[in-house]
């Protein structure tokens, strides 16, 4: 049998002192532990704040729809739902096409439609952004169709709200890629505008825009011809709301109403800065327009029922080439 030690003074010190750090350790790791249970738990309240309710649109767009894999399936989802729409529009497309084209041979732009029918169209500029998707809830709260002119830059920042603008139902058109006046460019940088926002949404899988708008309603009559090569007609519009500048959403909606008339085109924006004002505006708008017996369409489907005439009042801002 091994002979038993006998410990000094200066050991069970020892001891004491290692046993001690242990339990300081212990009650440290302890500590962390519920401190990072303790963030976690303010987190998750945070997010589900933030978030609110599945679909719930958050106006002021703080939600980030860049991260995690939830918006990657939304936006998988979207694209999915897009390219149906694309498929079974097919037939429909050829017509709006041929009748871009029918317009284009007679002008190479348009500020109003006809008037043949109590249909007008709504159009949006500048986007998408992170109001987009408010605007979109209205329109098909309202069964309302509308034509969005959207910016190349803004495609790759906010690709769920351009499927979207597709799958449900309306018509994606060119505003040039960042949003410069084609009017002081050279013939090649104008045209790169022109191609850029194009190709980026053919990218994107959505078709190539068949329709123009000049940022600023600025053109000159090399504008017109670039658009024009590229089969694309020209649009301009017959009401302004002004609503980049309005603080009234209720007077935004009654001017479009004092001045709307068949075949009129109505500018709006949902990009370029905070759109709140006309967020709010639209539903007012959109129910007095229903009220008054008239059809949102999309542009293309206000050509097929309102051709218009090759007489066309000249808006924005027209400089010689």
Not at 87 to 110: G, H, M, N, S, Y
Not at 139 to 168: C, H
Not at 169 to 181: K, L
Not at 187 to 199: I, K, P, T, V, W
């Amino acid at each position: 049998m091994a002979p038993s030690r006998k410990r000094t003074p200066d050991a069970d010190r020892r001891v004491r002192i290692a046993l001690s750090r242990a339990e300081h350790h212990r009650r440290r790791r302890r500590l962390a532990a519920g401190a990072l249970a303790g963030t976690l738990l303010v987190a998750i309240a945070i997010a589900a704040v933030s978030f609110g309710s599945p679909g719930a649109w958050d106006p002021a767009g703080l939600r980030d729809e860049a991260a995690g894999e939830a918006p990657k399936l939304r936006l998988a989802e979207q694209a999915s739902r897009a390219a149906a729409v694309i498929e079974r529009q097919k037939a429909q497309r050829v017509r709006e096409r041929a009748a871009v084209e029918r317009t284009l041979a007679q002008t190479p732009f348009i500020s109003r439609a006809g008037e043949q029918t109590k249909s007008v169209a709504l159009t949006f500029d500048d986007g998408p952004s992170a109001y987009t998707d408010g605007i979109l809830d209205t329109l098909r709260r309202y069964r309302a169709k509308a034509t969005f002119f959207t910016l190349g830059s803004q495609l790759g920042k906010f690709p769920l709200q351009l499927q979207r603008i597709v799958a449900d139902g309306h018509e994606v058109a060119n505003h040039s890629y960042s949003h410069a006046d084609l009017a002081k460019l050279s013939a090649r940088d104008a045209a790169a505008e022109l191609d850029g926002d194009s190709n980026g949404l053919v990218a994107a899988g959505l078709p190539r825009p068949t329709l123009f708008r000049p940022p600023y309603g600025a053109y000159t009559a090399r504008t017109l011809s670039l658009a024009a090569k590229r089969k694309m007609l020209t649009v301009l519009w017959t009401i302004d709301t002004g609503d980049y500048e309005a603080s009234d959403p209720n007077a935004i909606a009654q001017q479009v109403l004092e001045q709307i008339r068949p075949g009129a085109i109505v500018l709006m924006h949902d990009g370029g800065g905070n759109r709140t004002v006309t967020s709010q505006a639209l539903p007012i708008m959109v129910r007095g327009l229903r009220k008054s017996g008239y059809e949102m369409v999309t542009l293309p489907q206000l050509l097929i029922r309102n051709p218009p005439a090759a007489e066309q009042g000249s808006v924005g801002r027209s400089e010689v080439a």
